[in-house]
């Protein structure tokens, strides 16, 4: 849970002066009341969201640079209240990026303008453009797709074109691990590892696989395993190469965890997996 905390932002930012009326330099209005009902995280919204008209958005500093997007944290706060933390997962432009997804993530998917999959394909700035804000709208549909089926996924807070926002998990501004990086080994990794296990099979119980699924996109905070990155996310019905993609998270995470000393069946836990499917 993102806890309200006292606006350290704002007193940082302006120290013991009275508080301007306009936002200053690395602060913006908050986008919330700007936003559509379906560009909103799901109901009922979180007790600690702030959505207030008069909030403003002020930006901390960068959580984690990536090869399609960068994380940024902000706090949302009406100026001199209590605040929230956000993370902001900002897209970038294929122009601007070096990474591009395989096409086998796209299998059962549409663009419902054909105009904007031809520029994408044709790469150009509009495409460019375009393909930032279908790699948010994705991550944004799937992170509220795995909130309904009871997956521990960050909230989605909100979407502004190439911007998704979403809940941040750490303690105070220092982001939680990932499992990756944490020093667990052998029988401590027990737990962790079943609440893995919960989170592939409620993928598999909603008919989607995460589809690049790690340790290195497994948060750990407050003994509670939370999985991150889920714009490729792959619909098993539609999607041919569904059952692969779900096979390839089952054996990453499980020979991570047998380097580490604590030993699984990934054969096995596969099966299992399948069958949660039907």
Request: hydrophobic fraction near 40%; charge should be negative.
């Amino acid at each position: 849970m993102n806890d309200r905390r006292p606006s350290q932002a704002f007193e940082e930012y302006f120290g013991l002066l009275e508080m301007p009326d306009e936002p200053g330099p690395d602060q913006r209005w908050s986008t919330w009341p700007s936003s559509a009902p379906t560009e909103r995280g799901p109901l009922p919204h979180p007790d600690w969201l702030v959505t207030a008209s008069a909030a403003w958005d002020t930006e901390l500093g960068i959580v984690k640079t990536g090869k399609e997007a960068d994380v940024f944290l902000i706090e949302r706060a009406v100026p001199g209240e209590s605040g929230v933390l956000l993370a902001a997962k900002r897209y970038r432009g294929t122009d601007r990026s070096d990474f591009h997804r395989s096409g086998r993530y796209e299998e059962g998917r549409r663009m419902e303008s054909s105009r904007d999959f031809r520029a994408v394909q044709k790469k150009s700035a509009y495409g460019r453009s375009v393909a930032a804000a279908h790699w948010a709208l994705a991550e944004f549909d799937a992170l509220t797709r795995a909130w309904h089926a009871g997956v521990p996924v960050p909230y989605p807070v909100q979407i502004t074109g190439t911007e998704v926002l979403m809940e941040f998990l750490g303690d105070d501004r220092t982001a939680a691990p990932r499992l990756a990086q944490t020093k667990l080994r052998g029988d401590a990794l027990a737990e962790p590892f079943a609440q893995v296990r919960d989170i592939l099979f409620s993928f598999a119980r909603g008919g989607f696989a995460h589809g690049d699924l790690s340790a290195y996109n497994l948060l750990l905070h407050n003994d509670r395993v939370i999985v991150i990155d889920l714009p490729q996310v792959v619909d098993l019905s539609f999607n041919p190469a569904g059952a692969d993609f779900l096979y390839r998270d089952v054996v990453n995470v499980c020979t991570w965890f047998t380097r580490r000393g604590y030993d699984v069946d990934a054969e096995q836990m596969f099966a299992e997996a399948l069958a949660e499917m039907w």
